[in-house]
């Protein structure tokens, strides 16, 4: 990402501090993840001290401050699907990615991460890859949804 | 697209709107909520688009992509009207037949119906189908007969009609005191009046006043407010401008979590919409109040929904929460008197001002007037977003509505009012639900979630799951509610390994106490109550995992042991193949063994092993059996002959 692009993001909120947690989501919806330089260009152009950056980026759970994998994979853990079964399905998807919750393999292929709700507690137990949703696995079924991704 | 500039050319276009219409008019109309977009509903939209087109009907036939209609287990979701005929996960496939059968013929596809899984009865009609009939559906019904995206179809069923009613016959004293004659209470889980709310921050010194939508819905398990914000957002900016003009605020922010992209998109839809036709910015419809509205994208943190730490998130801040007094009402965003109300709570508004508050306290309890939408998830048959009146009883949802419980299963315990809510178990089902009545259930209303468990679901285990659900939104500014939830978890997370011991009660009791008496917000103060409300109800499923090590649920992994019983295994090879440990053994014609000191409890073999015969077994608290010896595992198969 380069500067030019996120001094566009600022310059789109109008460069104002309060959209700071704003500027920082669309460049990581857009990035996957935030770059040092990122922030501190933030920080300056804001006039945000880069301790309050950092705070906002630990504190909220869309910030990361490693680069994502080619696949996201959420693993929903809401209640609905923790009573039908998603501790099995993420253990499958821990065993066979050899992720936990939070991580990217070396070769970014995949990220793996835990979600409190999806929403779409009718299809519980549920994944997310990449944005699609899929819903009732059991653990077999989870093996072969994660085999289909290159 | 022209700006109205007052209640007279609104009412003119609202006529052009409604005569381009009619009620007889066949219109099909396919939820395009995020539930059924995951079940596939957007293939069924377009195959609808291509065929209608094929087929020459565009122009006769209306066609709509809704927003959640509720009945999220049976999506995707089609409607036809005007018969309402109602047809259940459709695929593109039968998008066709739909088309030449029922919408040319008029001929109904039987196997698309519900089916009553008790008589195996069918029901064409959507308002027949018993899900939909015990319920009152007056805020969310709207989504069923409207395109979130079209500003013409909410007026077409009324809407803004409230907001005219406001601006041009009422005072802002008036439209106070009418909510507070309501007696609406705070959807989000707190219950406090919002009329009682609205007046303080009327009278509250200091200028500019801000209005907040709260959509950061954060409970696992609850969607409510997406579905409304995603299926009708002009419901929520009409309640939200009726409110901003009852305060005397001219800015609104609708706080919403990141995680909801088709809300995020509808609502940007609507906020467009309503401002070009000038129902937001400048003098209003005329009336000489200016009013608009900026969207605030939440970045993920379940403290957020808590309102101190919210409009701290809305300055660009981190959202930690702050000690009340002061209130928002009186020193909220940027220290100016902030009214904040949940989505369902403004969603409510326009149809108080529209009906009356009387007509809206006819519904209702004494303390709790008018409907609520719940998200009934978990081991129910009819999972979906429920809208019931207040004071309905927990049966008549649990088994009128959601069709009681799937597989054959008992009942064991509803949870309800998110993470910090509380179990009520079966002698409870007769309780009538209300803000109050929950509360002394040991639970309480929050925001509406509701997630049924059966008798395969462990207790102590949900205290864990959301104990550390709360430790780890815990924002971490009270030592009570950051340190004793973690010893929680721990405890929690020991007895159900199998490794709890005397006394560990007794501990949980006295962090429980100290984290209520002694956190700062709703998060800490209510984070026991998961612990509490199990234990409470199912005081002996603690002990046995203490005491017997056993898990009575079946469902702790560390308690349970898997075992082969050979006189019902036919040597199948299925669960051999598929354990991923390689522990079983076994051939063909030779009873299969788990090796148990090196099987992980992982439960594939369980539930690979065909049902005709149901060998592999659960054990939990006794010994495994011991594997037969290997001289007796060979199966003789006798011959048909003999």
């Known amino acids: ?150 | 697209m022209t700006r109205i500039r007052s209640r007279d050319e609104l009412e003119a276009w609202r006529g052009r709107v409604l005569s381009g219409r009619d009620a007889d008019t066949p219109c099909i109309t396919v939820c395009a909520g995020t539930g059924c977009l995951a079940s596939g509903s957007r293939a069924v939209i377009t195959a609808f688009e291509s065929e209608l087109e094929e087929q020459g009907l565009n122009v006769d036939v209306g066609f709509r992509g809704t927003g959640c209609h509720g009945f999220c287990e049976k999506g995707p979701i089609v409607v036809l009207d005007p018969e309402e005929i109602c047809y259940l996960q459709v695929s593109a496939d039968d998008v066709p037949e739909i088309v030449s059968e029922t919408v040319k013929d008029n001929r109904v596809i039987e196997r698309l119906l519900y089916v009553d899984p008790n008589t195996d009865e069918k029901t064409a009609c959507e308002s027949d189908i018993p899900f939909y009939k015990h319920q009152q559906r007056v805020v969310f019904g709207a989504n069923r007969r409207i395109d979130p995206r079209s500003i013409e179809d909410y007026l077409a069923i009324d809407g803004y009609q409230a907001l005219i009613k406001s601006l041009f016959e009422m005072t802002p004293e008036e439209v106070v005191e009418e909510v507070k004659r309501a007696d609406l209470r705070g959807r989000g889980g707190g219950g406090f009046p919002a009329g009682v709310k609205w007046e303080i921050a009327r009278n509250a010194p200091g200028e500019p006043k801000y209005v907040v939508v709260n959509c950061d819905e954060g409970d696992p398990g609850a969607y409510m407010d997406r579905s409304l914000m995603e299926g009708n957002p002009h419901g929520v900016l009409e309640g939200l401008t009726i409110g901003a003009y009852a305060i005397g605020a001219h800015e609104g922010y609708v706080y919403i979590r990141q995680e909801y992209p088709l809300a995020l998109e509808n609502l940007g839809v609507a906020i467009g919409n309503a401002r070009d036709r000038g129902l937001l910015g400048r003098d209003i419809l005329g009336s000489g109040f200016d009013f608009d509205v900026t969207v605030h994208r939440g970045a993920g943190a379940f403290v957020c929904g808590e309102e101190t730490a919210l409009l701290l998130s809305l300055e660009g801040r981190v959202g930690e929460p702050r000690p009340r007094p002061p209130y928002p009402a009186v020193e909220g965003l940027w220290g100016k008197p902030t009214n904040i109300n949940n989505v369902e709570t403004w969603a409510n508004v326009p149809l108080i001002i529209g009906r009356g508050a009387d007509a809206f306290a006819a519904t209702g309890t004494e303390g709790s007037k008018g409907t609520k939408i719940f998200s009934l998830v978990g081991k129910i048959a009819n999972t979906g977003l429920v809208e019931v009146p207040m004071g309905i009883t927990l049966r008549d949802v649990i088994y009128s509505i959601g069709g009681g419980i799937p597989n054959g299963r008992r009942f064991k315990a509803v949870q309800t009012g998110g993470p910090s809510g509380g179990c009520i178990p079966e002698e409870g089902l007769d309780l009538e639900v209300d803000f109050d009545e929950l509360t002394k259930a040991g639970s309480m209303m929050g925001s509406g979630g509701m997630i049924v468990m059966d008798e395969d679901t462990c207790m102590v285990d949900v205290a864990r799951y959301f104990t550390d659900f709360l430790s780890d939104e815990s924002c971490g500014k009270c030592v009570p509610c950051r340190e004793g939830l973690r010893q929680m978890r721990k405890i929690l997370t020991r007895i159900t390994e199998g490794e709890g011991v005397e006394g560990d009660i007794e501990v949980l009791e006295g962090l429980a106490e100290t984290a209520r008496e002694a956190s700062l917000c709703a998060l800490g103060k209510t984070a026991p109550n998961p612990f509490l409300s199990t234990y409470r109800y199912f005081r002996s499923e603690y002990e046995a995992h203490i005491h017997e090590k056993r898990c009575p649920a079946l469902s702790c992994k560390e308690l349970v042991s898997y075992w082969i019983d050979p006189e019902r295994c036919k040597a199948c090879l299925i669960c051999l193949k598929a354990c991923p440990s390689e522990v079983i053994t076994g051939a063909k014609r030779t009873i299969h063994v788990i090796d148990q000191e090196r099987c992980n409890s992982c439960g594939v073999c369980l539930e690979v092993c065909p049902s005709r015969f149901e060998a592999v077994r659960k054990i939990s608290g006794e010994e495994v059996p011991p594997p037969i010896p290997e001289d007796q595992r060979t199966i003789v198969r006798k011959s048909k002959s003999t």
Request: proline share 4%; net charge negative.
């Open chain 1, 1 to 150: 990402m380069t500067l030019k692009r996120i001094d566009q993001i600022i310059n789109e909120h109008e460069g104002e501090a309060s959209a700071l947690i704003q500027i920082m989501l669309d460049i990581q919806n857009e990035h996957h993840w935030l770059p040092r330089e990122a922030l501190e260009r933030v920080g300056e152009r804001l006039g945000v001290p880069f301790s309050r950056i950092q705070h906002i980026a630990t504190f909220y759970k869309a910030f990361s401050l490693v680069p994502k994998g080619r696949h996201r994979v959420h693993v929903c853990m809401g209640t609905a699907c923790h009573v039908r079964g998603a501790p099995r399905v993420l253990g499958k998807v821990e065993d066979l990615t050899g992720l936990k919750s939070g991580e990217t393999d070396l070769d970014l292929k995949f990220s793996l991460e835990t979600v409190n709700c999806l929403g779409c507690c009718a299809l519980g137990p549920v994944l997310e890859i990449n944005g699609t949703t899929h819903g009732r696995l059991s653990p077999t079924e989870t093996a072969d949804v994660l085999s289909s991704y290159e």
